[in-house]
């Protein structure tokens, strides 16, 4: 007899490695824009990186 299970649906919300990569990507560019912003400063790149996905995270809480 053949094996009925029914395959779930990927759960609502869950991101995709796409959806990864462009999160990923809107982050770095934030990033270097802040980077930009305060006359390029070295050393900077985690704090830069942590600013920056807090930034792009706050905004798409409020597009959802």
């Known amino acids: 007899m ?3 299970k029914k395959v779930k649906p990927a759960a609502a919300g869950k ?3 796409k959806d990864e990569g462009a999160l990923r990507n809107a982050i770095a560019r934030k990033a ?3 980077y930009e912003e305060r006359g390029k400063e070295h050393g900077k ?3 830069h990186w942590l600013e920056a996905e807090a930034t792009i995270k706050a905004k ?3 597009i959802k």
């Open 60 to 62: 798409m809480k409020k």
């Open 2 to 4: 053949p094996d009925t």
């Open 45 to 47: 790149d985690f704090e």
């Open 15 to 17: 991101r995709t490695s």
């Open 32 to 34: 270097y824009e802040i």
